[in-house]
């Protein structure tokens, strides 16, 4: 079974882009059998206030995630992003994403690879 873990910025292109076929979620989607994000996108996602006062928006954030596995942070993934962050001086955010795409041996997808790049180990596509 061949998968990705997605950075929340797939995941906004996708939810802000009115051709959902002509983005990087729609492609990866037909490539790719397991599509997996982080607890961490998942909560960025719901952080804003556009899903709490648009209903319909919830409701097509909702859908999305459906479709996605969620993979949950657990003390190994803490201790390698705490490894991540202060060896790479990443955001602690993206250093949590960084070490669940090291955790579970999966390509990292991200729309900004810039601080990800510095991640050694790390498959980005």
Same mark, same amino acid.
């Given at each position: 079974?061949?998968?990705?873990?997605?950075?929340?910025?797939?995941?906004?292109?996708?939810?802000?882009?009115?051709?959902?076929?002509?983005?990087?979620?729609? $492609?990866?989607?037909?490539?790719?059998?397991?599509?997996?994000?982080?607890?961490?996108?998942?909560?960025?996602?719901?952080?804003?206030?556009?899903?709490?006062?648009?209903?319909?928006?919830? $409701?097509?954030?909702?859908?999305?995630?459906?479709?996605?596995?969620?993979?949950?942070?657990?003390?190994?993934?803490?201790?390698?992003?705490?490894?991540?962050?202060?060896?790479?001086?990443?955001?602690?955010?993206?250093?949590?994403?960084?070490?669940?795409?090291?955790?579970?041996?999966?390509?990292?997808?991200?729309?900004?690879?810039?601080?990800? &790049?510095?991640?050694?180990?790390? &498959?980005?596509?």
């Amino acid at each position: 079974m061949r998968g990705v873990l997605l950075d929340t910025s797939i995941l906004i292109e996708f939810l802000r882009r009115e051709d959902k076929l002509l983005t990087k979620l729609y $492609r990866l989607s037909k490539d790719y059998q397991t599509l997996s994000i982080s607890i961490i996108s998942h909560t960025e996602l719901y952080a804003g206030e556009s899903p709490w006062k648009n209903r319909e928006m919830r $409701r097509n954030l909702e859908s999305l995630l459906s479709n996605l596995t969620i993979i949950a942070l657990t003390l190994e993934i803490s201790k390698e992003a705490g490894r991540l962050r202060a060896l790479n001086n990443l955001p602690t955010i993206d250093a949590i994403i960084a070490a669940t795409a090291l955790s579970e041996n999966l390509p990292l997808v991200t729309l900004n690879s810039k601080d990800f &790049k510095r991640v050694k180990k790390l &498959k980005l596509l």
